[in-house]
């Protein structure tokens, strides 16, 4: 094909999408397939090129499960989910910065008292995390859902084992002060899931599957954008590393260290060291 009907091409495809009677439907498909189109001309692109590419996509669906997502993984590793999070958040403001949903969200987590356990069993070093919650004029925000969840110390979420147990999670709601406050574990460096397409990809690229160790929060309040974001524990060598792109500078968090012994907010009685951060929340009106 020479250069004049390949862009032929393009252009009958694109002009398929005329008819579409939703125009933000008709918007992002007609740009989909120019970018797209573009892509294979410029890598020139052989069949079975595209036939492995198919094959892979084939089998991100087949390992795909209501708790594993494999192409919310593939958007991560690529970039994607990040990037989106970039063009979605929001412009000039104070609100916390949002990064990646990741692949492990679960609705319907169990419900906690303020000062509650997250762990439910999940091993791991005990971490007393608080905070407050805020508009971007500094006015406090009672009553807003605190979503949280993290992996255990062996790098692995509650979903990935096989009891069907829900550990490493949970909600609450913040006190009439705007705060919250609970136990949760210390966050650790942990690969993600590269038993499946993804992980073939980044072994064939030479890149590390590490996550940065971090704590996911997910906050929802009337009036205000949801806010998904992470705090990140401060000094560790995976900041600069995180397979997915997600960490921000104003996310980092240190996670003070507090010996065996050491009198815990709440007067919990620890048998071994614990660690205890703040992250302040500050949400974006709608």
Known sequence: MTDTTEQELTDKVVASFDTAKDERFREVMQALVRHAHAFVRETRLTEDE???????????????????????LLSDVLGISM???????PDLDESTQATVLGPFFV??????????DIAGGATGEPAWVDGRVTD??????AGARVEVWEADDDGMYDVQYDDGGLAG????????????RFWGLTPTPYPIPDDGPVGQLLDHAGRSPMRAPHLHFMVTAPGFRRLITHIFVAGDPCLN???????????IRPFD????GTPTPDSRQLEGPWTSATFDIVLSKE
């Open 169 to 180: 999670r949970a909600h609450f709601f913040t006190d009439p002060e705007g705060r919250y």
């Open 257 to 260: 260290r507090h010996e065996a």
């Open 136 to 141: 971007t004029d500094g006015n406090l925000v």
């Open 241 to 251: 590393a995180d397979s997915v792109f997600g960490v921000k500078e104003s996310l």
């Open 83 to 89: 990037l989106t999070v970039a063009v979605n958040e």
């Open 107 to 116: 609705q319907d987590s169990p419900d906690i008292e303020l000062g509650g």
């Open 50 to 72: 595209w036939g492995a590419a198919i094959e892979f996509l084939t089998a991100a669906g087949h390992i795909t499960t209501d708790t594993r997502q494999e192409f919310v």
